[in-house]
């Protein structure tokens, strides 16, 4: 999706849903993030947290939802790609998970 909102969310994600076999690692997860604003992810251990950040980075490709990250242009770039083919890598772009240790 590529349209230039001005008002819209930096990264906005929505129904991010990941699956390991029948085993359910993240469902639904949705947020907005807005200029300014800043985000914790918390949560219990296997809660999905990593999972959910790796999705945004592109890092593994979630089964379902949008990540949509505003570029300085304005347009809105659709980071996730649906390929269900499990040899397809998730695609490349700008944005970046930092683990703690390494911040």
């Known amino acids: 999706m590529n ?13 991010i849903c990941k699956r390991y076999g029948d085993r359910v690692a993240l469902q639904g997860a949705s947020f907005d993030l807005w200029p300014g604003e800043v985000l914790a992810v918390v949560g219990e251990s296997g ?30 770039q659709d980071c996730v790609r649906h390929d269900r083919s499990p ?17």
């Open 3 to 15: 349209t230039a909102t001005p008002c819209a969310p930096l990264l906005s994600v929505r129904n």
């Open 87 to 103: 040899a397809a890598p998730a695609r490349p772009h700008r944005l970046g998970l930092c683990a703690p240790e390494r911040c």
């Open 47 to 76: 809660s999905g947290k990593s999972t959910l950040l790796n999705a945004i980075a592109a890092r593994i490709a979630p089964d379902e939802g949008t990540v949509l990250f505003r570029q300085r242009s304005g347009e809105l």
